[in-house]
């Protein structure tokens, strides 16, 4: 199994192959400083896994991705990178990487980057796929570090996966009571779970004005 890192940044692919060494999970490890170089080795080895940066000396890393897709490539894609702006997440996910990297990272986080995609690869490459395994690979994306380790004080990684569900079956636009009422948890605390998703982007509000009463919010989950 090959995997292949796309970088042009000398010291960062070096840290980039010295975790891969560290994990030995790999057969042959590639490297490319650009996206020219990244197009004529992909057309001559068998990638499994590509490690991509956004941000490439001849164009962006997205592009290569786009073609990926459109030529229905085998090779999953894990994107590495500085850039953590909403829409450039947005549009990687959206594309189907296994995960999203924002530099720097600990080689722990890295390893459960590259477990991941393992996991995926093995439950993927079976005959049929039973629901517990499907579930099992939502829920190993939902809850890696780089999504968890960012919760503010206070806030833990379970009732924000069940406020999460819940917000996936309610109607939207919904209220913060109506999440309230459908969590079974308090309004003061869900407030704090609707602040931080806001913060990054999972949540858009806006207010509602009405001729009797005071205005409210209600909230929908970003598209």
């Not at 850039?83 to 890295?110: C, M, S, W």
């Not at 380790?149 to 209220?175: H, Q, R």
Request: aromatic share 6%; glycine share 4%; hydrophobic share 35%.
């Amino acid at each position: 199994m090959n995997v292949l890192i796309i970088e042009d940044d000398p010291m960062v692919e070096f840290i980039h192959r010295n975790y891969l060494e560290k994990g030995g999970q790999f057969d042959n490890i590639y490297s490319a400083n650009s996206l020219k170089d990244a197009e004529e080795l992909l057309e001559k080895r068998e990638i499994a896994l590509i490690l991509l940066d956004v941000h490439l000396r001849d164009g962006s890393g997205l592009d290569l991705l786009r073609d990926l897709r459109k030529r229905s490539s085998n090779s999953d894609v894990i994107l590495i990178t500085a850039a953590n702006e909403a829409q450039t997440v947005k549009e990687g996910l959206h594309l189907g990487v296994v995960d999203y990297l924002i530099k720097p990272f600990t080689n722990q986080r890295f390893q459960q980057s590259i477990n991941l995609f393992l996991r995926q690869m093995t439950n993927l490459n079976e005959a049929t796929v039973e629901q517990a395994q499907i579930d099992q690979l939502v829920s190993s994306k939902a809850d890696t570090p780089q999504n968890t380790a960012e919760l503010d004080k206070g806030l833990s990684v379970e009732t924000l996966s069940k406020i999460k569900t819940a917000i996936l079956e309610l109607p939207a636009p919904f209220t913060v009571q109506e999440l309230a009422d459908c969590c079974q948890i308090s309004h003061v605390t869900i407030r704090k779970y609707i602040s931080y998703l806001e913060e990054r982007h999972y949540l858009n509000s806006h207010t509602v004005y009405t001729k009797v009463g005071r205005p409210y919010k209600v909230f929908e989950r970003q598209t």
